[in-house]
Structures are given as structure tokens and as C-alpha cells.
């Protein structure tokens, strides 16, 4: 007898007919829930729910388009009708003057959509990891600024608002209420949360704003009432996640560089070199870069002198089924492919030269089991993507970026996960890799700590 084979309906969770009926009334609204509470499927419940007959725009990185929104639109309204607007201009301006009632396109578009004044096409705007527009000076978020003033009904999502500074929390709370709860003049509000500090070493004059205490929480208050916050421990009891440290050894000849520079660096902040949170991120960048192996010959190639790493990161993936690698550098990704193919491996690799269609295959393919690891940059695959059949996060080594942090890890440790999951951070030991990954672990790394950090380092030295 054969049994025809049911497909799941949608059905919101409790905290997603919250967020629903928070934009239904507001109709202009911040969704700051965590990691993988289903931000995507919310917003579509709330449109089916309240405004059925709209015609809406998502702004969404690329890389999610069609694996995270295409999915859940066909899943959470199989009856609407929707466009995936990515590739030539001219491509995706029939999508948005079309018919369909989702355009879906990337983040960039809008630029596009403001110079040719497409906004009119649309009734509702949702951005999603909305932190792209965080810098209100950049050209997308300009452009965003002008069509979000024209389209009545927004929601922006992200589950990272604020990763460096309060400060980044401004622009996103404008695009919604044109500056009604923080005011309309960024340096207003910045005197107002922040306090200027005098940089260790530095000339004169020479000032960095550190986040007032209670700041966060003021804030957070001024918004409380357009913003749905919760995260994803307080919506869904998943599988325990644990935290773990492997140790490298690093080989004797890194040790000195790593040496050298670590004594540069402090330098550099001693004498005032390094007078920003800029200079800091520029100098960790470097540190990081050469405990991962990347020292550089005189021609730009990169010498393999730490190889022991790579093999220890493809031990710890032949330990389990499925697992997903970050990786930081080229150099990097290319040790840990060669590893891999030299154990016969099956895995695929998502990095910023990793086309659409591809990317979608490899998603699908991990999911089904038919490959053992993805190896990803964080920056690529670090939004919307769901690899839960994975039980795994390796880093290969520390990214000291904490939103690309936490959204990378969330890829496994998210709804849908049935197993208990491991965050696996590889270190050198008596390095700043260490450090770096303690802040990660408590949320406290940013831009500006990265001076804090580096000034640590003089203790070492």
C-alpha cells in the first residue's frame, strides 16, 4: 500500500505571532531576535496576516536570497509568488516592475531601486541583517535612508545590532522612525551615550568614544516599544552546546615572527602609531594572519610553514559526520582543501568566489549528508544559512569580528538542530589567539578593545 507523503504547514511559533502583531500595529519596526529563532519566517507570517495583498521588498545578502528566503517563502506562504532579483541590472529590474509579489534581492540593489525611484513598486520594505546599513555614511545606506522614507510599512532584522559600539544601534533606529526615540543628529546622540577617552600614546587631541555604562540600556528602553528582542535559548530548548579549546603547537620559525610583531605592535601603541580602533583592527589582523601561517615571501606568495594546524583541524572533522570550518585567509583555505583531498575527503568550499547557484548546491548537498565538511569563510556564510545536519564548528583559527562570530556558530546551533554541538576554537597556546576567543566567549570584543588587547600585550612582551 503506498502513503502519499504530507507536507509540513507552517504553523508560528509563539514568539513569531508576537513579532507579527508587533509590526501589524507599529507598521515600522526593529526584529533584534537571536540567531535562529526563524526572523524570516516571522516577517512572512506577519505580511500573509496583515497585509496579504502587498507588494514587498527584502534587501538580504546574497548568499541567502534563495537557500534562507526563497525556502521559507515557499515554505511559510506557498501561495504568494515571488522573484529572486540578483545578477544583471537589467534582470532585476524586471523582477522589481514585475508581477511577482516578492522581489528578493541583495543589499546593494538599493542603490539601483533609489536612483531609478523603483521604490514606488513596493507597499512593504523588510531589510534583513540589516547591520549592513549600520554606517550611515556609506553610498547603500544613503540610499536607503531616501526609499525608506517613501515605503510606509519596514521591518529591519538582525540578530547582531550593536556588536562594536551602541553607536551602531543610531542609523538602524532612524531608517524606522526617521530619528522619533534617538534623535535625528548622530553626534547629538553620541554625546549623549558615549564618553571621549584620550588614546594611550597618542598626540594630543586624539580621542576614541567608549560606550557610556547603562548606555546599552538606555537604548534598549527608548526602543522597547518597536523592537522584538529574544533569543533563541528563550523560544526553543535545543541541544546542549559545548565550548572547547584545542591546542597547536606552533612551529619554532612562526614563534619568532609571532614574537616580532606581537613587540611592534606594542610599540606602535606605545608611541602613537596607533591611534585608532582602525590601526588596532589592522595590527590584530596581522597577528592573527601570521599565527594562522601567513607569512609572506618578498613576491607576495605565501610560505606553508604551518601545516600541523591544518591536520589537526581535518583530525578533529574525521571525528564526527558532518562539520563546518571556518577559515579566514586564502592561504588558509587552500592547506585545509589540500588536507582534505589528500584524505579523500568529500567537502566544499563557500568564500566570497563561491557563485549563487553553487553556493544553493552545496547547501543542499550538506543537508542531504552527501558531504562530510564545508569549509567557509565566516564573512560568506555567516547569515541565513541553516547546517544543522553538521554537529560541529571548527575554527581554524580566531576571527576577532564578534557579530561574524556568533552568526557563523548559529549556522548549526539553530531550530532544526537534533544534536548536541560542539564550538571547537583552535589556539597556539601563550597567544592573542587565546584572548581573542575569551572575548568572543563573552561578548566583549569590539573595535575599540582591540587597544585593550594589544596593550595586554606589553605585559607579555
Known amino acids: 500500500m503506498l502513503h502519499s507523503k504530507v507536507k509540513p504547514v507552517f504553523e508560528p511559533f509563539a514568539h513569531q505571532e508576537t513579532f507579527a502583531n508587533l509590526w501589524g500595529r507599529e507598521e515600522r519596526v526593529l526584529n533584534f531576535d537571536g540567531c535562529g529563532t526563524g526572523k524570516t519566517l516571522a516577517c512572512i507570517h506577519a505580511v500573509k496576516t496583515y497585509w496579504p495583498e502587498a507588494r514587498v521588498l527584502v534587501l538580504a545578502p546574497l548568499s541567502i536570497l534563495t537557500p534562507a528566503w526563497g525556502k521559507d517563502l515557499r515554505f511559510g506562504w506557498p501561495?504568494?509568488?515571488?522573484?529572486?532579483?540578483?545578477?544583471?541590472?537589467?534582470?532585476?529590474?524586471?523582477?522589481?516592475?514585475?508581477?511577482?509579489?516578492?522581489?528578493?534581492?541583495?543589499?546593494?540593489?538599493?542603490k539601483m531601486i533609489d536612483q531609478e525611484n523603483l521604490a514606488s513598486n513596493f507597499d512593504v520594505l523588510i531589510v534583513d541583517e540589516g547591520d549592513a546599513f549600520r554606517n550611515r555614511t556609506s553610498m547603500r545606506s544613503k540610499a536607503i535612508n531616501r526609499i525608506a522614507a517613501d515605503i510606509d510599512k519596514m521591518a529591519l532584522m538582525t540578530g547582531?545590532?550593536?556588536?562594536?559600539?551602541?553607536?551602531?544601534?543610531?542609523?538602524?533606529?532612524?531608517?524606522?522612525?526617521?530619528?522619533?526615540?534617538?534623535?535625528?543628529?548622530?553626534?547629538?546622540?553620541r554625546q549623549q551615550v558615549c564618553d571621549p577617552k584620550a588614546i594611550l600614546g597618542a598626540p594630543a587631541g586624539a580621542m576614541k568614544w567608549e560606550d557610556k555604562d547603562g548606555a546599552a540600556d538606555h537604548v534598549t528602553l527608548m526602543l522597547s516599544d518597536i523592537t522584538s528582542r529574544?533569543?533563541?535559548?528563550?523560544?526553543?530548548?535545543?541541544?546542549?552546546?559545548?565550548?572547547?579549546?584545542?591546542?597547536?603547537?606552533?612551529?619554532?620559525?612562526?614563534?619568532?615572527?609571532?614574537?616580532?610583531?606581537k613587540r611592534e605592535s606594542v610599540l606602535a601603541l606605545e608611541t602613537g602609531q596607533m591611534l585608532n580602533a582602525v590601526h588596532a583592527g589592522s595590527r590584530m589582523q596581522k597577528l592573527l594572519q601570521t599565527l594562522s601561517g601567513g607569512v609572506y615571501n618578498e613576491d607576495g606568495s605565501v610560505v606553508n610553514v604551518h601545516k600541523e594546524r591544518y591536520e589537526l583541524v581535518l583530525d578533529l572533522v574525521e571525528e564526527t559526520d558532518h562539520a563546518l570550518v571556518a577559515f579566514n585567509w586564502t592561504h588558509q583555505r587552500d592547506g585545509l582543501v589540500a588536507e582534505a583531498t589528500k584524505r579523500k575527503l568529500k567537502f566544499a568550499v563557500i568564500d566570497g568566489g563561491t557563485p549563487l547557484l553553487e553556493r544553493n548546491r552545496i547547501v543542499y548537498q550538506f543537508q542531504q549528508g552527501n558531504l562530510q565538511v564545508i569549509f567557509a569563510h565566516p564573512q560568506s556564510a555567516g547569515h541565513g544559512l541553516t547546517l544543522t545536519v553538521a554537529n560541529r564548528v571548527i575554527w581554524a583559527s580566531p576571527t576577532y569580528r564578534a557579530d561574524l562570530y556568533e552568526q557563523f556558530n548559529h549556522r548549526i546551533v539553530r531550530t532544526g538542530q537534533?544534536?548536541?554541538?560542539?564550538?571547537?576554537?583552535?589556539?597556539?597556546?601563550?597567544?592573542?589567539?587565546?584572548?581573542?576567543y575569551e572575548k568572543m566567549l563573552d561578548k566583549q570584543m569590539n573595535m575599540i578593545d582591540l587597544l585593550n588587547t594589544i596593550a595586554g600585550l606589553s605585559q607579555a612582551a
Open 160 to 189: 547582531t545590532p550593536s556588536p562594536n559600539t551602541i553607536l551602531d544601534m543610531w542609523h538602524l533606529a532612524f531608517l524606522i522612525d526617521r530619528g522619533e526615540r534617538l534623535g535625528k543628529n548622530f553626534f547629538g546622540f
Open 79 to 110: 501561495e504568494t509568488t515571488y522573484a529572486i532579483a540578483a545578477g544583471a541590472a537589467a534582470k532585476k529590474r524586471k523582477a522589481i516592475t514585475g508581477d511577482a509579489q516578492w522581489v528578493v534581492t541583495n543589499h546593494d540593489t538599493v
Open 418 to 436: 537534533q544534536r548536541k554541538t560542539e564550538i571547537i576554537h583552535i589556539a597556539a597556546e601563550n597567544t592573542v589567539e587565546e584572548t581573542v
Open 230 to 261: 529574544v533569543a533563541l535559548n528563550d523560544v526553543q530548548e535545543l541541544p546542549e552546546t559545548i565550548y572547547r579549546e584545542v591546542p597547536v603547537e606552533l612551529p619554532p620559525k612562526l614563534r619568532r615572527d609571532y614574537e616580532f610583531l
